[in-house]
Antibody
Framework: EVQLVQSGAEVKKPGESLRISCKGSGYSFTSYWISWVRQMPGKGLEWLGRIDPSDSYINYSPSFQGHVTISVDKSISTAHLQWSSLEASDTARYYC?????????????WGQGTLVTVSS | QSALTQPASVSGSPGQSITISCTGTSSDIGAYNYVSWYQQHPGKAPKLMIYDVSNRPSGVSNRFSGSKSANTASLTISGLQAEDEADYYCSSYTSSSTYVFGTGTKVTVL
């Protein structure tokens, strides 16, 4: 079974750093991109960026570039999303998704999401 | 990159058909056939329903279909069922090599 399993919920203070993870299994991890998507409370989906695990090439959304960092450790089939200095506005659920591109384009499956709460 | 525009809500009675629109620009929906649709039930992760405008993944009911005309994509749900009540989001690849999601549509089964 193809699945992405994300790390657990986090509660942090403004200014703190954080790294959340997304572990893929059941498929060739380096054959698909991993995309990250934000969903703020009661709001819609926003694409943050993607990484190609085969060579660590990264695409960021201009809206998030410079505020988050995407990385990957292909030896353990895990992608990461990290912040060096969290803000209250980073409070959201973050999803990773397996992302196929080329002659087709889709996000499937999605991880269960990681809830990040930033509060003083 | 602004979000694609979807109606906030669409409703229908069981058995009816409904259509959700997703309007973008000539730099996203109008430029590529890389439109996909996702269903999200409350508290759950999104699920792929349609990809590449009109293709249905294995396991997704054939009651779901997709199409595109110019800068607008559409998702049609026929034979509406109670289990279809959820939020639906469109997504498109863009000319900036990024992706944009729609504003989301809440589907209510009356």
């Amino acid at each position: 079974e193809v699945q992405l399993v994300q790390s657990g919920a986090e509660v942090k203070k403004p200014g703190e750093s954080l790294r959340i993870s997304c572990k893929g299994s059941g498929y060739s991890f380096t054959s698909y991109w991993i995309s990250w998507v934000r969903q703020m409370p009661g709001k819609g989906l926003e694409w943050l960026g993607r990484i190609d695990p085969s060579d660590s090439y990264i695409n960021y959304s201009p809206s998030f570039q410079g505020h988050v960092t995407i990385s990957v450790d292909k030896s353990i089939s895990t992608a990461h999303l990290q912040w060096s200095s969290l803000e209250a506005s980073d409070t959201a659920r973050y999803y990773c998704a397996r992302h196929k591109t080329g002659t087709t384009d889709w996000f499937d499956p999605w991880g269960q999401g990681t809830l990040v709460t930033v509060s003083s | 990159q602004s979000a694609l525009t979807q109606p906030a809500s669409v409703s229908g009675s069981p058995g009816q058909s409904i259509t959700i629109s997703c309007t973008g620009t000539s730099s996203d929906i109008g430029a590529y056939n890389y439109v996909s649709w996702y269903q999200q039930h409350p508290g759950k992760a999104p699920k792929l329903m349609i990809y590449d405008v009109s293709n249905r993944p294995s396991g997704v009911s054939n009651r779901f279909s997709g199409s595109k005309s110019a800068n607008t994509a559409s998702l049609t749900i026929s034979g509406l069922q109670a289990e279809d009540e959820a939020d639906y989001y469109c997504s498109s690849y863009t000319s900036s090599s990024t992706y944009v999601f729609g504003t989301g549509t809440k589907v209510t089964v009356l």
